[in-house]
């Protein structure tokens, strides 16, 4: 069975930095593209990033892009966002997901709400 | 506002079949594969349809998706008070080099 399992948010000041984390079992996670999405409280989905199963190919949405950094550990199938800089409208929940956003994101985490208040 | 443009809320009696759009651009819908997710209150994002039209195993076929141009399309028939959720489409957009999601629309089975 696929499970992610996200940690690390919080509450947090803006300026402040967190390390996300998605900890990965039940596929070979080092074959699959990993991504991050989250979801600010009422709003809809907004795609933050993207990584390929080797690293090679990365991608970040142009409002995390020079604060977030994504990062993968295949030896310990975990995911990482590490964000940085962070805004009252960076609050939201964090979803790790599998795959690639144009062939869909086939299993979800449960997420882990990060909050972003002085 | 989203690259994507979905209708805010649809609406339908219980058995019935509603459809809910997504229109986009050339460099996303009319260049990258659709998918469509259902999220229910309180819960992660659940993938209904992959690659314009495929569905995930374990999806009923209730649920259909296509793509025509620079927009797409989900189906729903037979629906059910359990149908009710939000719905998301998503794909890539080449021009931006990032992943796009619709607004969402809010399901309502009367």
């Known amino acids: 069975e696929v499970q992610l399992l996200e940690s690390g948010g919080g509450s947090i000041q803006p300026g402040g930095s967190l390390r996300l984390s998605c900890a990965a079992s039940?596929?070979?996670?080092?074959?699959?593209?990993m991504s991050w999405v989250r979801q600010a409280p009422g709003k809809g989905l907004e795609w933050v990033s993207s990584m390929s199963a080797s690293s090679t190919n990365i991608f970040y949405a142009e409002s995390v892009k020079g604060r977030f950094t994504i990062s993968r550990d295949n030896s310990k199938k975990t995911l990482y966002l590490q964000v940085n800089s962070l805004r009252a409208e960076d609050t939201a929940v964090y979803f790790c997901?599998?795959?690639?956003?144009?062939?869909?994101?086939?299993?979800w985490g449960q997420g882990t709400l990060v909050t972003v208040s002085s | 506002q989203s690259v994507l443009t979905q209708p805010p809320s649809v609406s339908a009696a219980p058995g019935q079949k509603v459809t809910i759009s997504c229109s986009g651009g050339s460099s996303n819908i009319g260049k990258n594969y659709v998918s469509w997710y259902q999220q229910l209150p309180g819960t992660a994002p659940k993938l209904l349809i992959y690659e314009n039209s495929k569905r995930p195993s374990g999806i009923p076929d209730r649920f259909s998706g296509s793509r025509s141009g620079t927009s797409a399309t989900l189906g729903i028939t037979g629906l059910q008070t359990g149908d009710e959720a939000h719905y998301y489409c998503?794909?890539?957009?080449?021009?931006?080099?990032?992943?796009?999601f619709g607004g969402g629309t809010k399901l309502t089975v009367l």
């Open positions: 998503g794909t890539w957009d080449s021009s931006l080099s990032a992943g796009v």
């Open positions: 039940g596929f070979t996670f080092s074959s699959f593209a």
């Open positions: 997901a599998k795959g690639w956003m144009d062939y869909g994101f086939d299993y």
